[in-house]
């Protein structure tokens, strides 16, 4: 029994859980509709203001106009434009209240001419005055004037939904929305105003807009003599932080490995001149690496006979000279068209005029 009570009352929970979210969803979107409605009821009273007006002056076209601008087929006119025909929620809130706009329309425009504030707020209850929320309109937290004291934004605001708690800006925290981020610092700062900057790039945690204000220093800066983070230079350093065909470039806060140009073994920077040894195959030629012409020196480099030297960037090539064709290393000459082997009778022999084995016959 215990048993199924407890499945009962989680039952229970979660209908009212889920019943509780689809009344606050609701009741923040029946304002967004509401204030909708009126918005589109404002748009068409300035539509409709020209309307069966000839643009002459006589008096007689003045009284008509005088009549229409007050008239019922003005309001069913505006009436009609509230809605899109396809919007469930606009267009049952606009029949359910139907009534309240002709009161409003005959009776109490003069003396309450905001139709949102009128209709939305005080008489079908949707909506709530800016800074307000919730069934009862109370202030959001931070007060009505300035909802999470500027800096963020109240949870139901305007709306009859919502806790009134605040989702803070960004480099903004806390219930008021008064204290900073970590990385932010209080530029300005009282009971009901906070202002809340960006700390400087070296900084993790700071109390001002300086590198000295830091609390704590961000990786890649550290303290110096004066307690300022300032740049670790982690190529100075340890010269072994890239590998041995790279170079190490400092950077605010960092490092980068980047690689040595190839005519390079080694380097202390980009390009042919920053070598600290040329490459296999390179010489240094006034200061840069240069590739190196093996063919062009005192001792021939291709020995075998018949064989030419050719030259290549880093490298050399040991080729067998015109006539001549490499076979198995030696450079032997290339026989001549006439001297070639006439094909064998073997080959000869079309496929089809072979011999066709059967098997399993
Ligand atoms: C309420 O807030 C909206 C949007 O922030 C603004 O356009 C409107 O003027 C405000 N209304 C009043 C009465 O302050
Ligand atoms: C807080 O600071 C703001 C901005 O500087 C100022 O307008 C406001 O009057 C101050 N409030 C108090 C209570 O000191």
């Given at each position: 029994?215990?048993?199924?009570?407890?499945?009962?009352?989680?039952?229970?929970?979660?209908?009212?859980?889920?019943?509780?979210?689809?009344?606050?969803?609701?009741?923040?979107?029946?304002?967004?509709?509401?204030?909708?409605?009126?918005?589109?009821?404002?748009?068409?009273?300035?539509?409709?203001?020209?309307?069966?007006?000839?643009?002459?002056?006589?008096?007689?076209?003045?009284?008509?106009?005088?009549?229409?601008?007050?008239?019922?087929?003005?309001?069913?006119?505006?009436?009609?434009?509230?809605?899109?025909?396809?919007?469930?929620?606009?267009?049952?809130?606009?029949?359910?209240?139907?009534?309240?706009?002709?009161?409003?329309?005959?009776?109490?425009?003069?003396?309450?001419?905001?139709?949102?504030?009128?209709?939305?707020?005080?008489?079908?209850?949707?909506?709530?005055?800016?800074?307000?929320?919730?069934?009862?309109?109370?202030?959001?937290?931070?007060?009505?004037?300035?909802?999470?004291?500027?800096?963020?934004?109240?949870?139901?605001?305007?709306?009859?939904?919502?806790?009134?708690?605040?989702?803070?800006?960004?480099g903004y925290k806390g219930e008021f929305c008064l204290d900073c981020i970590d990385g932010y610092f209080n530029e300005q700062r009282n009971d009901t105003f906070s202002l809340c900057t960006v700390c400087p790039t070296s900084c993790k945690t700071c109390t001002g807009?300086?590198?000295?204000?830091?609390?704590?220093?961000?990786?890649?800066?550290?303290?110096?003599?004066?307690?300022?983070?300032?740049?670790?230079?982690?190529?100075?350093?340890?010269?072994?932080?890239?590998?041995?065909?790279?170079?190490?470039?400092?950077?605010?806060?960092?490092?980068?490995?980047?690689?040595?140009?190839?005519?390079?073994?080694?380097?202390?920077?980009?390009?042919?001149?920053?070598?600290?040894?040329?490459?296999?195959?390179?010489?240094?030629?006034?200061?840069?690496?240069?590739?190196?012409?093996?063919?062009?020196?005192?001792?021939?480099?291709?020995?075998?006979?018949?064989?030419?030297?050719?030259?290549?960037?880093?490298?050399?090539?040991?080729?067998?000279?015109?006539?001549?064709?490499?076979?198995?290393?030696?450079?032997?000459?290339?026989?001549?068209?006439?001297?070639?082997?006439?094909?064998?009778?073997?080959?000869?022999?079309?496929?089809?005029?072979?011999?066709?084995?059967?098997?399993?016959?």
């Open positions: 029994m215990p048993t199924s009570i407890s499945i009962i009352s989680f039952y229970v929970v979660v209908l009212v859980v889920q019943v509780q979210h689809i009344y606050t969803k609701d009741l923040k979107s029946s304002c967004s509709t509401c204030r909708q409605i009126t918005d589109n009821f404002n748009k068409g009273f300035d539509r409709t203001a020209k309307k069966n007006f000839g643009g002459g002056n006589t008096a007689w076209e003045e009284r008509k106009l005088a009549k229409y601008e007050i008239s019922e087929i003005r309001l069913v006119e505006i009436i009609e434009g509230l809605c899109d025909s396809s919007s469930f929620e606009c267009n049952h809130m606009v029949e359910e209240h139907e009534d309240h706009f002709e009161t409003w329309w005959f009776k109490s425009k003069s003396k309450h001419p905001d139709l949102l504030k009128w209709f939305c707020i005080e008489t079908i209850k949707v909506c709530c005055p800016n800074g307000t929320f919730g069934p009862d309109c109370n202030d959001c937290v931070g007060g009505s004037e300035r909802p999470c004291h500027g800096n963020g934004v109240c949870n139901g605001e305007g709306t009859r939904g919502g806790d009134g708690k605040c989702s803070c800006n960004h807009p300086t590198n000295k204000d830091c609390d704590d220093c961000k990786e890649g800066w550290e303290e110096d003599d004066e307690e300022a983070c300032i740049d670790v230079d982690e190529c100075a350093e340890d010269s072994s932080t890239c590998k041995e065909d790279q170079f190490c470039l400092n950077t605010q806060g960092s490092f980068s490995c980047n690689a040595c140009d190839k005519v390079c073994s080694g380097c202390k920077g980009p390009g042919p001149d920053q070598c600290l040894a040329c490459s296999e195959g390179f010489m240094e030629e006034e200061g840069i690496c240069t590739d190196m012409d093996e063919c062009d020196q005192p001792e021939a480099v291709c020995t075998e006979e018949h064989q030419d030297c050719l030259n290549t960037v880093g490298s050399y090539e040991c080729q067998c000279a015109d006539g001549f064709h490499d076979e198995g290393g030696t450079c032997i000459p290339t026989p001549t068209l006439e001297e070639n082997q006439q094909p064998s009778e073997d080959q000869l022999v079309p496929d089809s005029q072979k011999p066709v084995e059967h098997e399993d016959l």
